[in-house]
């Protein structure tokens, strides 16, 4: 069992959204991987991180209500055209594949945990939803984009734009192809062991 684990962590790969089916994962597979998800790391037990799933006529609903006037917003704050062109790229964005999870880093402030900490920890739950839907054999990947560092959003998914973060938003789908492999580092370069 331990080394199908080793070969599985050394092996996975995400594919990119754009190329996945839209794929659903189930009820009890989406409830699995949340539960992976949480089963992070968390100094003190502090748990500053939330998930918001978007699925199936919610993912319309928000993009619709939420993501394109935000996008909207912000062309016009920069004096940008919003080309319809760009109105249906933002309308498809939270669209590829088939669920969308959302992880909020909701640092517990002041607190003695520094916000770094809690972070790092929003960062393993984006970490671990992502390879535990992988393991389920989907495509998946860690995406963050625009939507990712804007108020209006943070806001709509919880977050309070003043310290609360979106760690990322992991896409989950079916695989049309084998992803090829990337460049992975060079050890090497990477790694020492100090002495
Ligand atoms: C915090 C974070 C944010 C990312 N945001 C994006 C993004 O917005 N768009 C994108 O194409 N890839 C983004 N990536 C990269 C991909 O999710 C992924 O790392 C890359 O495709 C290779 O993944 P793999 O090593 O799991 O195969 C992000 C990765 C991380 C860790």
Redesign the pocket.
């Known amino acids: 069992m331990s080394s199908e684990v080793i070969n599985f962590l050394q092996s996975?790969?995400?594919v990119?959204a754009k190329k996945m089916l839209p794929v659903e994962p189930s009820d009890d597979q989406v409830a699995n991987i949340i539960r992976c998800g949480l089963r992070v790391p968390d100094h003190s037990n502090v748990q500053p991180w939330r998930i918001i799933v978007l699925k199936g006529d919610t993912r319309q609903k928000f993009s619709e209500q939420v993501v394109l006037p935000a996008a909207e917003a912000n062309a016009a704050k920069s004096n940008e055209e919003m080309t319809d062109t760009l109105r249906e790229l933002e309308l498809a964005r939270l669209l590829r594949g088939g669920i969308v999870i959302a992880v909020l880093s909701k640092p517990l402030v002041p607190h003695k945990i520094p916000i770094w900490e809690q972070q790092l920890s929003a960062?393993a739950v984006?970490s671990h939803l992502?390879i535990a839907a992988q393991s389920l054999d989907f495509a998946a990947?860690?995406?963050?984009?625009w939507l990712a560092y804007d108020p209006t959003i943070i806001k709509a998914l919880g977050g309070n734009p003043e310290h609360d973060l979106v760690?990322?938003f992991i896409h989950i789908g079916g695989k049309a192809e084998a992803?090829n492999e990337?460049k992975r580092p060079d050890e090497s370069e990477i790694v020492s062991y100090w002495q």
């Open positions: 996975r790969r995400s990119v960062g984006c992502l990947q860690w995406i963050t984009e760690a990322g992803p990337r």
